[in-house]
């Protein structure tokens, strides 16, 4: 099996920037796109970033220019800076990646999310 855990949300202030980290572990061959979602109570998941295994990323429009996506293959973690963050940005974060597995399975695995709250 294969574990997605995300980790550093938490409370911070309009404006300010918070990293919040997904690391994979488990039965892993291979992991290619890897990427960060988000959701509001009530509301569709919605995306926020992608990054390919080369590194390619794309950013929604609402994101774009204040959120960083990134990854260290070695430790199989995808990051996600976050920057001039606006109450709008509050929501429950989760990973997911495309990974391969040592059966040579290919699936999408996603983690169990991380709240992040933009208040003052």
């Known amino acids: 099996q294969v574990q997605l855990v995300e980790s550093g949300g938490g409370l911070v202030q309009p404006g300010g920037s918070l990293r919040v980290s997904c690391a994979a572990s488990?039965?892993?061959?291979?992991?290619?796109?890897m990427g960060w979602h988000r959701q509001v109570p009530g509301k569709e998941r919605e995306l926020v970033a992608v990054?390919?295994?080369?590194?390619?990323?794309n950013y929604a429009g609402s994101v774009k220019g204040r959120f960083t996506i990134s990854r260290d293959n070695a430790k199989n973690t995808v990051y996600l800076q976050m920057s001039s963050l606006k109450p709008e940005d509050t929501a429950v974060y989760y990973c997911?990646?495309?990974?391969?597995?040592?059966?040579?399975?290919?699936?999408?695995?996603w983690g169990k999310g991380t709240l992040v709250t933009v208040s003052s």
């Open positions: 997911n990646a495309e990974v391969e597995t040592t059966t040579y399975r290919r699936m999408y695995y």
């Open positions: 488990g039965s892993i061959f291979s992991i290619y796109t």
């Open positions: 990054i390919t295994t080369g590194g390619s990323t």
